[in-house]
Structure formats: C-alpha cells, structure tokens
Nanobody, 124 residues
Framework: QVQLVESGGGLVQPGHSLRLACATS????????MAWFRQISGKDRTFVAG????????HYATALKDRLTISRDNVNNILYLQLNNLRPEDTAVYYC?????????????????WGRGTQVTVSS
C-alpha cells in the first residue's frame, strides 16, 4: 500500500522560499502520477502542480506557475515542490497526492492516495 509523507512546511516571511518534499513508500514510485494540492482555511482543496510518472508531462496552476517548480526523484522516491517568492495568500496546508492512472488530473477526485499535509504559513 502506497504511503505519502509530506515535509518541509513551516513559517516563512513574505518573499522567501520553501521546498516541500513528499516521501513515498510501499509502492513503485515510477508507476505513480503525482501532484501537489493545497487547502486554504475555509476553502476547497485546489490543484497546485502535478507530474506524470516519467515527468514527461508537468502542469501548474496558472496563477502560481511563475513561482513554482515541481520535480521528482525517481531514485529516492521523493516528490518536491519548490515555492518561491511566497505571499501571505499562499498560507495553506499543502498535500501530496498520487494515482496509478497515467494522466494528469486537476481535481482531488482524480487522486486516490493522499498524505496528511504540511502547513505553510507566510507571515511577517
């Protein structure tokens, strides 16, 4: 059974950067389409970025794409999300998600494996 564990969140000042990591175990990482979602308090969970199993296809939320980089380490089974120039409105719980379906989905329902999330708080 695939398990996802996020790390790297924390409290940062506006304009700073963070790199989130999602460690995967219990499955074949290279068979997984992976994505990051975030959930701002009181709002729905929304797509941030995703990458197919071989990273041939990568997509970003349009409003965020200039400040994000998603990458995957297929040797160590880790998914990363680099967040740059963070803003207070980026404050959210960031979730790692996975599916064995070989195609990028944008909705939470497209993914059936989830981590527990990591809190990112951007504040001065």
């Amino acid at each position: 059974q695939v398990q996802l564990v996020e790390s790297g969140g924390g409290l940062v000042q506006p304009g700073h950067s963070l790199r989130l990591a999602c460690a995967t175990s219990g499955g074949t990482f290279t068979n997984l389409t992976m994505a990051w979602f975030r959930q701002i308090s009181g709002k729905d969970r929304t797509f941030v970025a995703g990458t197919t199993s071989t990273a041939k296809s990568t997509h970003y939320a349009t409003a965020l794409k200039d400040r994000l980089t998603i990458s995957r380490d297929n040797v160590n089974n880790i998914l990363y999300l680099q967040l740059n120039n963070l803003r207070p409105e980026d404050t959210a719980v960031y979730y790692c998600a996975a599916t064995h379906y070989d195609g990028l989905g944008w909705a939470p329902t497209d993914y059936d494996i989830w981590g527990r999330g990591t809190q990112v708080t951007v504040s001065s």
